[in-house]
């Protein structure tokens, strides 16, 4: 955790993962977060996976270092009161819909200035997740080796549009310093997907060529790169990105003869062309599985780090979260005792590593309506005695 964003409070109301990240990325950073759901818990509040007792680890993770207050939003009231933090706050993170209550023309009557980041599914406001999206651009088709669409687990583009949340909450703040305006901003998950695949050449080559990329397994498309197998059955991905690494790569398995040869017979140079290499894996392939083939992993694994390639043995979630070096050594995570849950585990903490400043310890996710008093004293200015009937009437919810 660091301070870099000490003084700015957002609000947050939202689900699921997009939108969540982009706070959960300005609280890491120092933002204060408040994170304002349904009494009880919103959508995703018990969101698998869940502990024995239902205690949502997804949510306990995604809302670390949020304050949380809990109010009855099926009520006018419990709405009134989201719209009132909102224009006190001047900040504003939500997936909601961008019509309704929470729409941004509404709030900005208020306050001019707001800043609102609106996650969404497609731009024209119909709904959509990140799975699906992922259909719609394509990507399940050419992954795998076919001819099965294969489904990423990794909801990418749920994630990647709560980066970039979070950096358009600071663009827009910037902006709002130097003309006094407020914005709104609004992020489709849709556009965000066929925004990346046009940014990586992907449309652009599928328009070019006329033509779907061929499926490919798990080679790397446009490189040297591929699984082997290792003799003691170790699954491995090796890549070469550089030319000073297919060299090295060459020459550590004892292939330099044997690629010649293959450069002779084909009229063509592997020394300094990526595609060259990619477009040969026919005859190329076959001498790294048997080269690397007849090493052991431990073997294998110590010639190609002297030699400077990038590798990795294929591992389970459960091997990497034992990993000293992804996890246990890693300064980017916290021992963490207070989880609302009550399990013990390493939470992280910011993922950028700022030298000039110490890192502060991961903090802990609020439990439900756990600052709900505290929030709306300060921020809306209520007494004890306001608060309380909110509280008995069941608008406002507190920790229990």
């Known amino acids: 955790m660091y301070n ?34 349904q009494v009880g818990g919103g959508p ?19 809302n670390r270092a949020k304050k949380s207050v809990a109010l009855d939003l099926s009520s006018p009231q419990g709405r009134e009161l989201l719209q009132e ?19 941004h023309a509404k709030l900005a009557e208020g306050r001019a200035d707001l800043v609102t980041v609106r996650v969404m599914g497609w731009a024209d406001g119909a709904p959509a997740l990140d799975y699906t999206v992922n259909n719609a651009v394509g990507y399940p088709m050419m992954t ?21 949340a979070a950096f358009a909450m600071l663009a827009a703040i910037r902006r709002r310093e130097q003309t006094g305006e407020g914005s709104e901003v609004r992020i489709p998950l849709s556009d965000v997907a066929i925004g990346t695949v046009a940014n990586l050449g992907g449309v652009a080559e599928v328009l070019h060529n006329n033509a779907n990329r061929p499926r490919l397994g798990n080679a790397v498309y446009g490189l040297f790169g591929r699984d082997f197998v290792t003799k003691d059955n170790v699954r491995t991905m090796v890549v070469v990105v550089t030319h000073r690494q297919w060299t090295n790569l060459v020459g550590a398995l004892g292939l330099t003869a044997h690629v010649e040869a ?17 477009q040969h894996r026919d005859a190329l392939y076959p001498l790294f599985e048997r080269a690397i083939g007849s090493l052991d992993h431990a073997v294998m694994a110590a010639t190609l780090d002297e030699a400077g390639i990038v590798h990795s043995a294929y591992r389970t979630m459960l091997d990497a979260a034992h990993d000293p070096r992804l996890v246990g050594n890693n ?11 009550g399990f013990n585990y390493p939470a992280a903490g910011a ?19 756990e600052h709900s008093e505290e929030i709306l004293s300060t921020s809306l200015g209520l007494s004890s005695g306001e608060i ?13």
């Open 44 to 62: 995703d509040y018990n969101r698998w996976p869940v502990t024995a007792a239902n205690d949502s680890l997804y949510w306990e993770n995604l």
């Open 331 to 341: 300064p980017m995570f916290s021992d963490f005792d207070a989880n609302p849950s």
């Open 262 to 278: 293959i450069e002779a017979e084909r009229g063509v140079s592997f020394a300094q062309d990526d595609g060259l290499r990619f």
């Open 85 to 103: 933090l909102v224009r006190a706050t001047g900040q504003f993170i939500t997936n909601f819909p961008a019509e309704g209550f929470l729409s």
């Open 388 to 400: 309380a009937r909110l509280i008995d009437s069941g608008i406002l919810g507190i920790a229990k």
């Open 351 to 369: 993922f950028g590593t700022i030298p000039q400043l110490p890192r502060g310890d991961a903090k802990a996710a609020p439990r439900n309506g």
């Open 4 to 37: 870099l964003l000490d003084g700015l409070t957002i609000i947050e109301a939202s689900s699921f993962v997009a939108s969540p990240t982009a706070g959960l990325y300005c609280a890491q950073f120092g933002a204060e977060v408040i994170r304002v759901d």
């Open 144 to 164: 795998g080796a076919g001819p099965e669409p294969v489904n990423h687990v990794l909801p990418a583009w749920d994630v990647i549009s709560g980066a970039y």
